[in-house]
């Protein structure tokens, strides 16, 4: 049972280049969520997905978007990165009895 | 505008003595309140939650405690370890529209010495 599994640990990219952060949780939950983590600013998220099928932005959603591909995977896209979204990422999903939301162990993200 | 805060970045704390970790919240709808720990390069990790019908939740050697009229809660560590060094992250459950989002606070570096 490996949980909730995120690729890749570490990139750079460059300005306006683009790229695909995965997870996949293999705890049969609904609910998955991306955050973003900045040194003094805590998690912010980014957008989640209810359920399979659906997906919704959260307080920080501008230059992103996700697919929620199955029940197991929800992938996050930078389109032309920047700069500013120089960030540890996180990926999680939630226990839909305990409302427990479990973290993947992130993808630290350098945009040169 | 910030809907959980956690006022101290960090705290350093002997070991052996009790941890005390603050978080404030401003929305009065919010009723579970979680409490994450992380240490560096992992993702964080559940700890301890409590529903606002309680007032304090025990889990071994941690203890949260809620003031709904305050709108306030805090996580007693006792006795703190060095293994407990890390950063604490208090987060509340939304309500409505995000229901089962969590709102978490820009979190508390604890250090405890040997």
């Known amino acids: 049972n490996a949980g909730v599994t995120q690729t890749p640990k570490f990139q750079v990219l460059k300005t306006g280049q683009s790229m695909t952060l995965q997870c996949a949780q293999d705890?049969?939950?609904?609910?998955m969520y991306w955050y973003r983590q900045d040194p003094g600013m805590g998690l912010r998220l980014i957008y989640y997905?209810?359920?399979?099928?659906?997906?919704d932005k959260g307080e920080v959603p501008n230059g992103y978007n996700v697919s929620r591909l199955n029940k197991r995977e929800f992938s996050l896209r930078l389109e032309s990165a920047a700069p500013s979204q120089t960030s540890v990422y996180f990926c999680?999903?939630?226990?839909?009895?305990?409302?427990?939301?479990?973290f993947g162990p992130g993808t630290r993200l350098t945009v040169t | 505008d910030q809907q959980v805060k956690q006022n101290s970045p960090s705290l350093s704390v002997q070991e052996g003595r009790i941890s005390i970790l603050n978080c404030d919240y401003t929305?009065?709808?919010?009723?579970?309140f979680l409490w994450y720990k992380k240490y560096p390069a992992e993702g964080p990790t559940f700890l301890i939650s409590?529903?606002?019908?309680?007032d304090k939740n025990e889990d071994g050697r941690f203890t949260v405690f809620l003031n709904k009229s305050a709108k306030h809660l805090s996580l007693h560590i006792v006795p703190s370890q060095p293994g407990d060094s890390a950063v604490y992250f208090c987060?509340?459950?939304?309500?409505?529209?995000?229901?089962?989002?969590?709102?978490f606070g820009k979190g508390t570096k604890l250090s405890v010495k040997p």
């Open positions: 705890m049969n939950h609904n609910s």
């Open positions: 409590i529903s606002s019908i309680k």
């Open positions: 999680a999903s939630r226990d839909r009895v305990t409302y427990e939301q479990y």
């Open positions: 929305n009065s709808m919010f009723d579970y």
């Open positions: 987060a509340a459950l939304g309500y409505g529209g995000s229901q089962g989002n969590l709102i």
């Open positions: 997905s209810a359920s399979e099928g659906t997906t």
